[in-house]
Structures are given as structure tokens and as C-alpha cells.
């Protein structure tokens, strides 16, 4: 027996009987100058995780958005005690990129590159000397050479 989603759908939907009431609640708080999830702090989160976790409060529920599945999977072990300290019941995770600007942790310092001391060609020429192995010598020199830029 096929389901008939089609016509029935859309009658019900032009007399208004969905089951969208929570979006246009929501709808209708934002119209209202709601600005949605707000980001709050807390004391609970170890520090090890700050860095990969962003806290928003929606309304009444917590939502804990994780950097991956493996930080998602230690927030829902410390969800009920961070929801209580907010004073909230409710709490949900999500896994969910986080952008640089909300990042809570201290910044990346992989992304500037490396740098050497002034010295480093003329140490490494040294030691590419005192190696017997051509093949890694020529490559000490290689990258010697590479530091001179």
C-alpha cells in the first residue's frame, strides 16, 4: 500500500495543521529581537577540552558543540554536570567545526612556520661533514642550503 504524502501534505500544510509549530516558534522569537544560542563559560570543563569545545545556551538547553566524535564522546560523560552548573536540565551534543573567531582556547601555534636560528646552515654543514653516508650527507647539505634563503 503506497503512502500518500503528496497532496494530503500540502492540504494540510495551506490549512495550517503541521507539525512545524517549534520552527515557527522559533521563528517568531528571533523576529522578536531573540538573537538564538548565546556562548557561556564554564568552570566545569577541563581544560584539555576548552580549547576543542564551544558552550551555547538555547533558550533552556545546553548544546555542546565538539570539535570531533572523540571530544563528543567526553562531553556526553560531562553534560548533566555541565548543564546543572548553567542551571539547566537539558543538554545535547553536537559534533560541529568551530570557527577560528569563537575558538574559547589558546591560539594554534602550528600555524606560523618554524623558526631557525641564524646559525642552523652552517651547523648542519658541519655535520653533513662529519658523515660517512652520501646519500644523507647530500641531504644535510640539501637542506642547508635550503635554510640560507
Known amino acids: 500500500m503506497a503512502k500518500a504524502i503528496g497532496p494530503q501534505s500540502i492540504s494540510l500544510l495551506l ?12 521563528a517568531r522569537q528571533w523576529q ?18 576548552a580549547s576543542r ?19 563528543a564522546q567526553l562531553l556526553r560523560f560531562h553534560g548533566p554536570s555541565l548543564a546543572a552548573e548553567q542551571g539547566l536540565k537539558d543538554w545535547k551534543v553536537r559534533v560541529s567545526r568551530l570557527p577560528a573567531a569563537i575558538s574559547t582556547g589558546p591560539s594554534e ?9 641564524s646559525n642552523a646552515p652552517a651547523c648542519l654543514h658541519e655535520a653533513a661533514d662529519a658523515i660517512d653516508d652520501p646519500d644523507l650527507k647530500a641531504a644535510l647539505r640539501r637542506l642547508a642550503d635550503a635554510g640560507q634563503l
Open 15 to 26: 490549512q495550517g495543521q503541521t507539525n512545524l509549530k517549534p520552527l515557527s516558534q522559533r
Open 53 to 71: 569545545v564551544q558552550l551555547l545556551r538555547d533558550g533552556d538547553t545546553l548544546l555542546l558543540l565538539a570539535e570531533n566524535n572523540a571530544v
Open 109 to 117: 601555534s602550528r600555524l606560523t612556520p618554524p623558526v631557525l636560528a
Open 32 to 49: 522578536q529581537g531573540d538573537e538564538g544560542p548565546r556562548p557561556v563559560t564554564s568552570q566545569r570543563l577541563p581544560p584539555a577540552m
